[in-house]
């Protein structure tokens, strides 16, 4: 079992940043990919950011390009998501999520465990 939880949101004016920071136990964290998805409400969760193993790989959505990084130390089993430039439409409860496997990925489907989710609200 992995357990993952969320901190860092909260309410911030557009064109200010976030930084999340989502901390996980229960095995060895440097062994899997880890991933940051959002739900706005009403909508469906979508993919924002993913890692690999050693944080060599990263990948991004396209509306978040340029604007969020994602990072990892493995050493304090932790993962964040830097936020700059937000926009109202980025108003979401944002979800770290982690899988079973060392490489990158993008789909809801792919991960295996999930924390329970920070709020970010974005005023205009």
């Known amino acids: 079992q992995v357990q993952l939880v969320e901190s860092g949101g909260g309410l911030v004016q557009a064109g200010g940043s976030l930084s999340l920071s989502c901390v996980a136990s229960?095995?060895?964290?440097?062994?899997?990919?880890m991933g940051w998805f959002r739900q706005a409400p009403g909508k469906e969760r979508e993919f924002v950011a993913t890692i690999n193993w050693s944080g060599s790989i990263t990948y991004y959505a396209d509306f978040v390009k340029g604007r969020f990084t994602i990072s990892r130390d493995n050493a304090k089993n932790r993962v964040y998501l830097q936020m700059n430039s937000l926009k109202p439409e980025d108003t979401a409860v944002y979800y770290c999520?982690?899988?079973?496997?060392?490489?990158?990925?993008?789909?809801?489907?792919?991960?295996?465990?999930w924390g329970q989710g920070t709020q970010v609200t974005v005023s205009s």
């Open positions: 229960g095995r060895t964290f440097s062994s899997f990919a």
């Open positions: 999520a982690a899988r079973l496997f060392q490489n990158i990925a993008a789909m809801t489907n792919e991960y295996h465990y």
